[in-house]
Antibody, heavy 123, light 108 residues
Framework: QVQLVQSGAEVKKPGASVKVSCKAS????????ISWVRQAPGQGLEWMGW????????NYAQKLQGRVTMTTDTSTSTAYMELRSLRSDDTAVYYC????????????????WGQGTLVTVSS | EIVMTQSPATLSVSPGERATLSCRAS??????LAWYQQKPGQAPRLLIY???TRATGIPARFSGSGSGTEFTLTISSLQSEDFAVYYC??????????FGQGTRLEIK
């Protein structure tokens, strides 16, 4: 069965960086894209970006351009999301989600989700 | 950026009754619209994609409709497990997408 297991909670100081991992199993990793979505406490869902696990192509939300980098390691079937220059409003639960389909518009759909990683930014 | 607006923010409905949730896009997204359910402490779950196609394992009481800029999620007969927050997501310019702010469905 498809599983996405994320790394544990992090506490960071403003200005620091965080790198969240998302280890996939139960399917061919390179066949599906991975989206990253975050959710601030008590707030809604925010799309952060997407990476193709096939060729590493990325697409980031405009507001995060320059601060976020998404990568994959196909040897370990793991996706990573790094966010730099952290601010207090980056405090959120960060989710990875595997695409529903292998191509086309279904690449954007979160068919399977990780359990979420709480990142707290506080001085 | 396409802005998604959901209404109402909170909907109070009795078990067994019908719930109708709305989502409006700031410009046409064709049928590239999905709905998710999220319960407290859990990751979102995909319910509907392509505006009206139920995801695998989703009960038939969930249905989606609409195209262009106006979309509706209907839950025909509310069960206790359906009380949650619902989000719409547009993916017209995939892989880019945006979510609505959510509708909280609560027990009346």
């Amino acid at each position: 069965q498809v599983q996405l297991v994320q790394s544990g909670a992090e506490v960071k100081k403003p200005g620091a960086s965080v790198k969240v991992s998302c280890k996939a199993s139960g399917y061919t990793f390179t066949s599906y894209g991975i989206s990253w979505v975050r959710q601030a406490p008590g707030q809604g869902l925010e799309w952060m970006g997407w990476i193709s696990a096939y060729n590493g192509n990325t697409n980031y939300a405009q507001k995060l351009q320059g601060r976020v980098t998404m990568t994959t390691d196909t040897s370990t079937s793991t996706a990573y999301m790094e966010l730099r220059s952290l601010r207090s409003d980056d405090t959120a639960v960060y989710y990875c989600a595997r695409a529903l389909g292998v191509r086309g518009s279904s690449s954007s759909l979160g068919g399977y989700w990780g359990q979420g990683t709480l990142v707290t930014v506080s001085s | 950026e396409i802005v998604m607006t959901q209404s109402p923010a909170t909907l109070s409905v009795s078990p067994g009754e019908r719930a109708t949730l709305s989502c409006r896009a700031s410009q046409s997204v064709s049928s590239n619209l999905a709905w998710y359910q999220q319960k407290p402490g859990q990751a979102p779950r995909l319910l509907i994609y392509g505006a009206s196609t139920r995801a695998t394992g989703i009960p038939a009481r969930f249905s989606g409709s609409g195209s262009g800029t106006e979309f509706t999620l209907t839950i025909s007969s509310l069960q206790s497990e359906d009380f949650a927050v619902y989000y719409c997501q547009q993916y017209n310019n995939w892989p880019r997408s945006t979510f609505g702010q959510g509708t909280r469905l609560e027990i009346k």
